[in-house]
Protein backbone atom coordinates (compact mmCIF):
# COMPACT_ATOMS: atom_id res chain seq x y z
CA UNK A 1 0.00 0.00 0.00
CA UNK A 2 2.72 2.79 0.94
CA UNK A 3 4.88 1.82 -1.96
CA UNK A 4 1.44 1.96 -4.53
CA UNK A 5 0.87 5.29 -2.39
CA UNK A 6 4.35 6.58 -3.67
CA UNK A 7 3.40 6.03 -7.16
CA UNK A 8 4.67 2.48 -8.05
CA UNK A 9 2.14 1.08 -10.06
CA UNK A 10 3.29 -2.50 -9.59
CA UNK A 11 2.84 -2.42 -6.17
CA UNK A 12 -0.38 -0.84 -6.82
CA UNK A 13 -1.25 -3.52 -8.79
CA UNK A 14 -0.10 -6.15 -6.43
CA UNK A 15 -2.18 -4.95 -3.34
CA UNK A 16 -5.23 -4.79 -5.19
CA UNK A 17 -5.11 -8.26 -6.61
CA UNK A 18 -3.89 -9.50 -3.29
CA UNK A 19 -7.16 -7.68 -1.55
CA UNK A 20 -9.65 -8.88 -4.52
CA UNK A 21 -9.75 -12.73 -3.46
CA UNK A 22 -10.23 -11.49 -0.13
CA UNK A 23 -12.83 -9.10 -0.90
CA UNK A 24 -14.68 -11.44 -2.62
CA UNK A 25 -14.80 -14.40 -0.05
CA UNK A 26 -15.71 -11.43 2.32
CA UNK A 27 -19.08 -10.42 -0.31
CA UNK A 28 -20.02 -13.95 -0.97
CA UNK A 29 -20.69 -14.61 2.46
CA UNK A 30 -22.91 -12.08 3.04
CA UNK A 31 -24.50 -11.83 -0.37
CA UNK A 32 -24.63 -15.79 -1.05
CA UNK A 33 -27.33 -16.12 -2.96
CA UNK A 34 -26.18 -13.27 -5.92
CA UNK A 35 -22.17 -13.91 -6.74
CA UNK A 36 -22.75 -11.42 -9.45
CA UNK A 37 -23.83 -8.59 -6.62
CA UNK A 38 -21.29 -9.97 -5.10
CA UNK A 39 -18.66 -9.61 -7.60
CA UNK A 40 -20.41 -6.11 -8.35
CA UNK A 41 -19.33 -5.05 -5.08
CA UNK A 42 -15.84 -6.36 -5.29
CA UNK A 43 -15.43 -3.85 -8.11
CA UNK A 44 -16.75 -0.90 -6.76
CA UNK A 45 -14.80 -1.55 -3.53
CA UNK A 46 -11.19 -1.41 -5.83
CA UNK A 47 -12.19 1.30 -7.50
CA UNK A 48 -12.74 3.20 -4.10
CA UNK A 49 -10.02 1.72 -2.86
CA UNK A 50 -8.04 3.52 -5.29
CA UNK A 51 -9.72 6.57 -5.44
CA UNK A 52 -9.78 7.00 -1.62
CA UNK A 53 -5.93 5.88 -0.68
CA UNK A 54 -5.00 9.70 -0.21
CA UNK A 55 -7.48 9.07 3.05
CA UNK A 56 -5.68 6.15 3.82
CA UNK A 57 -3.47 6.86 7.51
CA UNK A 58 0.04 6.06 7.02
CA UNK A 59 0.04 5.02 10.69
CA UNK A 60 -2.70 2.64 10.95
CA UNK A 61 -3.04 -0.48 9.63
CA UNK A 62 -4.42 -1.55 6.73
CA UNK A 63 -7.12 -4.13 7.01
CA UNK A 64 -9.43 -2.52 9.19
CA UNK A 65 -9.49 0.37 6.23
CA UNK A 66 -10.16 -1.94 4.20
CA UNK A 67 -13.39 -3.76 5.48
CA UNK A 68 -14.51 -0.21 6.71
CA UNK A 69 -14.87 0.68 2.89
CA UNK A 70 -15.97 -3.22 2.35
CA UNK A 71 -18.52 -2.74 5.03
CA UNK A 72 -19.96 0.66 3.86
CA UNK A 73 -19.98 -0.72 0.63
CA UNK A 74 -22.23 -3.86 1.78
CA UNK A 75 -24.40 -1.63 3.52
CA UNK A 76 -25.20 1.06 0.57
CA UNK A 77 -25.92 -2.22 -1.69
CA UNK A 78 -28.60 -3.07 0.65
CA UNK A 79 -29.96 -0.08 0.61
CA UNK A 80 -30.03 0.21 -2.78
CA UNK A 81 -31.23 -3.37 -3.46
CA UNK A 82 -34.12 -2.98 -1.21
CA UNK A 83 -35.35 0.07 -3.35
CA UNK A 84 -34.52 -2.00 -6.69
CA UNK A 85 -36.73 -4.85 -5.53
CA UNK A 86 -39.79 -2.52 -4.91
CA UNK A 87 -39.25 -1.18 -8.44
CA UNK A 88 -38.77 -4.86 -9.57
CA UNK A 89 -42.38 -5.51 -8.28
CA UNK A 90 -44.04 -3.10 -9.88
CA UNK A 91 -42.38 -3.95 -13.55
CA UNK A 92 -43.09 -7.96 -13.23
CA UNK A 93 -39.70 -8.60 -12.87
CA UNK A 94 -37.94 -11.86 -15.02
CA UNK A 95 -36.63 -14.14 -13.13
CA UNK A 96 -32.95 -14.33 -12.98
CA UNK A 97 -31.24 -17.35 -14.55
CA UNK A 98 -28.25 -18.84 -12.10
CA UNK A 99 -24.87 -17.78 -12.23
CA UNK A 100 -21.80 -19.30 -10.72
CA UNK A 101 -19.23 -16.71 -9.36
CA UNK A 102 -15.52 -15.93 -11.07
CA UNK A 103 -14.16 -12.36 -11.91
CA UNK A 104 -15.72 -12.14 -15.57
CA UNK A 105 -19.48 -12.33 -13.65
CA UNK A 106 -19.97 -9.28 -12.61
CA UNK A 107 -23.20 -8.25 -13.32
CA UNK A 108 -22.66 -4.42 -13.98
CA UNK A 109 -20.76 -4.66 -16.56
CA UNK A 110 -17.77 -2.22 -16.61
CA UNK A 111 -17.43 -2.79 -19.96
CA UNK A 112 -20.78 -1.46 -20.40
CA UNK A 113 -20.31 1.76 -19.02
CA UNK A 114 -16.90 2.15 -20.46
CA UNK A 115 -19.28 3.35 -23.71
CA UNK A 116 -20.91 6.07 -22.42
CA UNK A 117 -17.32 7.61 -22.25
CA UNK A 118 -16.45 10.57 -23.98
CA UNK A 119 -14.83 8.97 -27.23
CA UNK A 120 -11.50 9.87 -27.03
CA UNK A 121 -11.22 8.67 -22.97
CA UNK A 122 -12.66 5.60 -24.64
CA UNK A 123 -10.10 5.26 -27.25
CA UNK A 124 -7.48 6.12 -24.73
CA UNK A 125 -8.94 3.27 -22.14
CA UNK A 126 -9.20 0.93 -24.79
CA UNK A 127 -4.81 0.98 -26.21
CA UNK A 128 -3.88 1.43 -22.72
CA UNK A 129 -6.48 -1.37 -21.31
CA UNK A 130 -6.86 -4.04 -24.23
CA UNK A 131 -3.75 -3.09 -26.82
CA UNK A 132 -1.64 -2.79 -23.62
CA UNK A 133 0.04 0.28 -24.96
CA UNK A 134 2.62 1.98 -22.48
CA UNK A 135 1.51 5.46 -21.28
CA UNK A 136 4.31 7.00 -23.55
CA UNK A 137 3.04 5.27 -26.65
CA UNK A 138 -0.44 5.96 -25.41
CA UNK A 139 0.55 9.56 -25.41
CA UNK A 140 2.43 9.46 -28.59
CA UNK A 141 -0.70 8.25 -30.30
CA UNK A 142 -2.80 10.73 -29.41
CA UNK A 143 -1.07 13.21 -29.84
CA UNK A 144 -1.19 14.15 -26.15
CA UNK A 145 1.49 14.63 -23.41
CA UNK A 146 2.57 11.76 -20.69
CA UNK A 147 0.96 13.58 -18.15
CA UNK A 148 -2.30 14.32 -20.00
CA UNK A 149 -2.52 10.84 -21.10
CA UNK A 150 -2.68 10.13 -17.05
CA UNK A 151 -5.05 13.23 -16.29
CA UNK A 152 -7.38 11.59 -18.83
CA UNK A 153 -7.16 8.28 -17.32
CA UNK A 154 -8.12 9.18 -13.76
CA UNK A 155 -10.77 11.28 -15.35
CA UNK A 156 -12.09 8.44 -16.83
CA UNK A 157 -12.48 6.55 -13.65
CA UNK A 158 -13.66 9.13 -11.83
CA UNK A 159 -16.63 8.79 -14.76
CA UNK A 160 -17.08 5.70 -14.45
CA UNK A 161 -17.08 5.43 -11.36
CA UNK A 162 -20.35 8.28 -11.02
CA UNK A 163 -22.21 6.02 -13.96
CA UNK A 164 -21.78 3.07 -11.59
CA UNK A 165 -23.33 5.49 -8.81
CA UNK A 166 -25.94 6.56 -10.57
CA UNK A 167 -26.77 2.95 -11.65
CA UNK A 168 -27.35 3.57 -15.44
CA UNK A 169 -26.20 0.01 -16.14
CA UNK A 170 -28.66 -1.99 -18.03
CA UNK A 171 -28.57 -5.60 -16.49
CA UNK A 172 -28.43 -8.54 -18.46
CA UNK A 173 -27.13 -6.57 -21.33
CA UNK A 174 -23.85 -7.89 -22.85
CA UNK A 175 -21.33 -5.93 -24.84
CA UNK A 176 -17.68 -6.22 -24.69
CA UNK A 177 -15.33 -2.97 -25.24
CA UNK B 1 -15.09 -5.86 -17.30
CA UNK B 2 -13.54 -8.38 -15.51
CA UNK B 3 -11.91 -7.50 -12.10
CA UNK B 4 -8.38 -8.47 -13.25
CA UNK B 5 -8.90 -5.34 -15.87
CA UNK B 6 -10.38 -3.08 -13.76
CA UNK B 7 -6.95 -4.00 -11.37
CA UNK B 8 -4.56 -3.37 -14.36
CA UNK B 9 -6.68 -0.17 -15.40
CA UNK B 10 -6.68 0.95 -11.74
CA UNK B 11 -2.63 0.33 -11.49
CA UNK B 12 -2.52 2.77 -14.34
CA UNK B 13 -3.93 5.27 -13.04
CA UNK B 14 -1.66 5.06 -9.85
CA UNK B 15 0.05 8.61 -9.40
CA UNK B 16 1.89 9.08 -5.78
CA UNK B 17 -0.25 10.74 -3.21
CA UNK B 18 0.16 13.55 -1.51
CA UNK B 19 -0.02 13.37 2.36
CA UNK B 20 -2.42 15.56 4.44
CA UNK B 21 -5.53 15.47 2.24
CA UNK B 22 -8.01 15.32 5.06
CA UNK B 23 -6.19 17.84 7.26
CA UNK B 24 -5.37 20.54 4.53
CA UNK B 25 -9.48 19.72 2.58
CA UNK B 26 -11.52 20.08 6.19
CA UNK B 27 -9.08 23.31 6.77
CA UNK B 28 -9.25 25.41 3.46
CA UNK B 29 -13.34 24.34 3.45
CA UNK B 30 -13.78 25.32 7.18
CA UNK B 31 -12.14 28.35 6.37
CA UNK B 32 -14.36 29.34 3.77
CA UNK B 33 -17.49 28.65 6.31
CA UNK B 34 -15.88 31.05 8.82
CA UNK B 35 -15.76 33.82 6.58
CA UNK B 36 -19.24 33.84 5.14
CA UNK B 37 -20.06 32.96 8.54
CA UNK B 38 -18.61 36.38 10.02
CA UNK B 39 -20.15 38.08 6.66
CA UNK B 40 -23.51 37.25 8.00
CA UNK B 41 -22.49 38.96 11.24
CA UNK B 42 -21.24 41.98 9.82
CA UNK B 43 -24.41 42.52 7.67
CA UNK B 44 -27.32 41.36 10.36
CA UNK B 45 -25.88 42.07 13.48
CA UNK B 46 -24.16 44.92 15.29
CA UNK B 47 -20.84 44.14 16.74
CA UNK B 48 -21.11 44.93 20.62
CA UNK B 49 -20.19 48.61 21.52
CA UNK B 50 -17.74 47.62 23.94
CA UNK B 51 -15.46 45.08 21.71
CA UNK B 52 -12.28 46.88 22.10
CA UNK B 53 -12.85 47.38 25.95
CA UNK B 54 -14.04 44.02 26.51
CA UNK B 55 -11.25 42.51 25.07
CA UNK B 56 -8.93 43.67 27.67
CA UNK B 57 -11.16 41.30 29.93
CA UNK B 58 -11.03 38.16 31.22
CA UNK B 59 -15.14 37.16 30.25
CA UNK B 60 -14.29 38.03 26.97
CA UNK B 61 -11.67 35.48 26.15
CA UNK B 62 -13.68 33.08 28.51
CA UNK B 63 -16.17 33.09 25.51
CA UNK B 64 -13.68 32.52 23.38
CA UNK B 65 -11.70 29.56 24.86
CA UNK B 66 -14.64 27.72 25.58
CA UNK B 67 -16.48 27.84 22.26
CA UNK B 68 -13.46 27.57 20.06
CA UNK B 69 -12.31 24.04 22.49
CA UNK B 70 -16.16 22.90 21.39
CA UNK B 71 -15.17 23.98 17.32
CA UNK B 72 -11.69 21.96 18.73
CA UNK B 73 -13.06 19.16 19.91
CA UNK B 74 -15.67 18.33 16.66
CA UNK B 75 -12.49 18.86 14.17
CA UNK B 76 -10.46 16.63 16.30
CA UNK B 77 -13.61 14.43 15.71
CA UNK B 78 -13.89 14.96 12.18
CA UNK B 79 -10.55 14.47 11.40
CA UNK B 80 -10.47 10.12 11.64
CA UNK B 81 -14.28 10.30 10.94
CA UNK B 82 -13.54 11.30 7.63
CA UNK B 83 -11.66 8.20 6.66
CA UNK B 84 -12.88 4.90 6.36
CA UNK B 85 -13.05 2.80 9.75
CA UNK B 86 -11.62 6.04 11.47
CA UNK B 87 -11.72 5.94 15.42
CA UNK B 88 -12.09 9.26 17.36
CA UNK B 89 -9.56 9.12 20.70
CA UNK B 90 -10.86 9.22 23.76
CA UNK B 91 -8.59 12.26 24.14
CA UNK B 92 -11.10 14.13 22.73
CA UNK B 93 -13.91 13.23 24.67
CA UNK B 94 -11.96 14.32 27.98
CA UNK B 95 -11.15 17.84 26.06
CA UNK B 96 -14.95 18.23 25.83
CA UNK B 97 -15.36 16.97 29.45
CA UNK B 98 -12.81 19.49 30.64
CA UNK B 99 -14.26 22.59 28.68
CA UNK B 100 -17.87 21.55 30.04
CA UNK B 101 -16.41 21.01 33.72
CA UNK B 102 -14.39 24.04 34.22
CA UNK B 103 -16.89 25.91 32.94
CA UNK B 104 -19.71 24.39 35.19
CA UNK B 105 -17.29 25.23 37.70
CA UNK B 106 -16.59 28.77 36.74
CA UNK B 107 -20.43 29.05 36.55
CA UNK B 108 -21.28 27.59 40.25
CA UNK B 109 -18.55 29.54 41.54
CA UNK B 110 -20.28 33.13 40.30
CA UNK B 111 -23.47 31.97 41.31
CA UNK B 112 -22.72 30.75 44.62
CA UNK B 113 -21.12 34.60 45.27
CA UNK B 114 -23.85 36.27 43.30
CA UNK B 115 -26.52 37.98 45.59
CA UNK B 116 -29.02 35.85 45.28
CA UNK B 117 -32.05 37.67 43.81
CA UNK B 118 -29.58 38.31 41.03
CA UNK B 119 -28.99 34.43 40.31
CA UNK B 120 -31.76 33.90 37.58
CA UNK B 121 -30.55 37.26 36.17
CA UNK B 122 -27.08 35.99 35.54
CA UNK B 123 -28.95 32.75 33.81
CA UNK B 124 -31.03 34.29 31.76
CA UNK B 125 -29.25 37.58 31.00
CA UNK B 126 -31.11 39.54 28.26
CA UNK B 127 -30.30 37.63 25.61
CA UNK B 128 -31.50 34.13 26.32
CA UNK B 129 -34.06 33.91 24.04
CA UNK B 130 -32.44 34.28 21.25
CA UNK B 131 -28.82 33.35 22.03
CA UNK B 132 -28.85 29.10 20.59
CA UNK B 133 -31.01 30.09 17.79
CA UNK B 134 -28.68 32.92 16.51
CA UNK B 135 -25.71 30.35 16.83
CA UNK B 136 -27.40 28.05 14.60
CA UNK B 137 -28.13 30.70 12.46
CA UNK B 138 -24.83 32.11 12.09
CA UNK B 139 -23.73 28.39 11.91
CA UNK B 140 -25.46 27.32 8.80
CA UNK B 141 -23.12 28.67 6.10
CA UNK B 142 -19.99 26.68 8.51
CA UNK B 143 -22.52 23.43 8.17
CA UNK B 144 -22.26 23.40 4.67
CA UNK B 145 -18.89 23.42 3.90
CA UNK B 146 -17.85 21.42 6.79
CA UNK B 147 -20.28 18.81 5.62
CA UNK B 148 -19.25 19.23 2.21
CA UNK B 149 -15.93 19.05 2.24
CA UNK B 150 -16.42 15.34 4.76
CA UNK B 151 -18.86 14.30 2.10
CA UNK B 152 -15.93 14.64 -0.60
CA UNK B 153 -13.78 12.70 1.82
CA UNK B 154 -14.75 9.12 2.53
CA UNK B 155 -16.30 8.94 6.12
CA UNK B 156 -17.66 5.73 7.00
CA UNK B 157 -20.06 5.79 10.26
CA UNK B 158 -21.94 8.82 8.64
CA UNK B 159 -24.03 9.98 11.94
CA UNK B 160 -20.95 10.08 13.95
CA UNK B 161 -19.43 12.21 11.20
CA UNK B 162 -22.32 14.21 10.47
CA UNK B 163 -22.34 15.59 14.80
CA UNK B 164 -18.56 16.28 14.75
CA UNK B 165 -19.03 18.63 11.49
CA UNK B 166 -21.89 19.85 13.49
CA UNK B 167 -20.11 20.58 16.53
CA UNK B 168 -17.44 21.96 14.19
CA UNK B 169 -19.60 24.47 12.72
CA UNK B 170 -21.49 25.48 15.90
CA UNK B 171 -18.07 25.76 18.05
CA UNK B 172 -17.14 28.67 15.35
CA UNK B 173 -19.83 30.15 15.07
CA UNK B 174 -20.39 30.67 18.57
CA UNK B 175 -16.98 32.40 18.37
CA UNK B 176 -18.31 34.31 15.67
CA UNK B 177 -22.00 34.91 17.93
CA UNK B 178 -19.47 36.11 20.57
CA UNK B 179 -18.26 39.00 18.40
CA UNK B 180 -21.74 40.53 19.11
CA UNK B 181 -23.29 39.28 22.03
CA UNK B 182 -22.32 41.09 25.54
CA UNK B 183 -23.54 38.47 27.87
CA UNK B 184 -20.07 37.39 30.06
CA UNK B 185 -21.82 35.00 32.99
CA UNK B 186 -20.20 31.38 33.41
CA UNK B 187 -24.12 30.38 33.63
CA UNK B 188 -25.45 32.11 31.01
CA UNK B 189 -21.96 30.59 28.38
CA UNK B 190 -22.77 27.15 29.47
CA UNK B 191 -26.74 27.07 29.02
CA UNK B 192 -27.30 29.03 26.30
CA UNK B 193 -24.20 28.97 24.55
CA UNK B 194 -24.08 25.02 24.61
CA UNK B 195 -27.03 24.58 23.82
CA UNK B 196 -26.52 26.33 20.18
CA UNK B 197 -23.52 24.50 19.92
CA UNK B 198 -24.77 20.96 20.63
CA UNK B 199 -28.26 21.50 18.61
CA UNK B 200 -25.42 22.46 15.51
CA UNK B 201 -24.07 19.28 16.22
CA UNK B 202 -27.72 17.25 16.49
CA UNK B 203 -28.61 18.97 13.19
CA UNK B 204 -25.30 17.44 11.82
CA UNK B 205 -26.36 13.73 13.09
CA UNK B 206 -29.25 14.08 11.39
CA UNK B 207 -28.24 15.72 8.19
CA UNK B 208 -25.15 13.59 8.00
CA UNK B 209 -26.49 9.99 6.96
CA UNK B 210 -28.21 11.46 4.23
CA UNK B 211 -25.70 14.19 3.06
CA UNK B 212 -22.52 12.60 3.90
CA UNK B 213 -23.07 9.57 1.29
CA UNK B 214 -20.80 8.80 -1.14
CA UNK B 215 -19.91 6.30 -3.91
Redesign the interface.
Known amino acids: MLA???????A??RL??AL?PRLRAYFARRMGADPGAA?DL???T???I?L???????T?PLM??????A??KLV?AWRRSGRRRMESLDDGAELVAEETAD????RR???VL?TRLPRRQQAL?RD??IEGLS?AEAAERHGLSVAAV?VT??RS?KAL??M??RGRSPSGEEVE? | ???????????????????G??LRRLATFTAAGLCASLLLLLAWLPLRPDLQTAMHGASFWMKAVYTLAFAGVGGLALD?L?????RVSMRVAGLFALAVGLMAGAAALDLWGADPDRRVARWLGDSSEVCSLRIVALAVPLLIMTLTATHS??P?RLRPAGAAAGLLAGGLSAAVYALHCPEGAPAFILCWYSLGMLACAGIGALLGPVVL?W?
Do not use: F
Open positions: GLGGDAAHALAAEVQELLAHKRGLYDRQPWVLAIRYDATMADLGLLVRMKLHLQAVDP | MNTDDLIALLAQDTRPVRTLVPSRPGGLATRR
